[in-house]
């Protein structure tokens, strides 16, 4: 507890901030997959429906729900002792991607482009 006149410390203070380098790579995935997913999509991959970036927003959720749960997959398999080969890393590019569509689609959106 602190009290009146003491500094508030910072209790995340000794973790060292997120690289710049390493977050750019990792936009540059999302970024990848947001184009596999669209190509995917384009080519019939999702019934047919172009859920990205283009689909209807309950469409949307439901992929960013799979995406979401496919993360807790991957977290049920480490407590369970199942190495990780890089399967929640995929799951989370996969999840940013989702969002990250449905965000730029929603901005175009809103412009009037689609
Ligand atoms: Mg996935």
Excluded: C, S
């Excluded at 390493?22 to 999302?30: E, G, Q, R």
């Excluded at 979401?68 to 995929?90: F, I, M, S």
């Amino acid at each position: 507890m602190t009290g009146l006149g003491q500094p508030i410390r910072d209790p995340v203070a000794h973790i060292p901030p997120l690289q710049k380098k390493t977050i750019a790579n990792v936009l540059v995935a999302v970024m990848d997959e947001i184009q596999r997913q669209d190509d995917l999509a384009r080519a019939g991959k999702f019934g047919g429906k172009h859920t990205m970036p283009g689909g209807p927003e309950d469409a949307r959720f439901r992929i960013l729900g799979e995406e979401v749960g496919e993360v807790a997959k991957e977290l049920n398999e480490a407590d369970k002792g199942v190495e990780d080969t890089g399967g929640l890393y995929k799951e989370l590019v996969q999840t940013a991607a989702t969002a990250t569509a449905w965000a730029a689609a929603h901005i175009e959106e809103g412009q009037g482009y689609r």
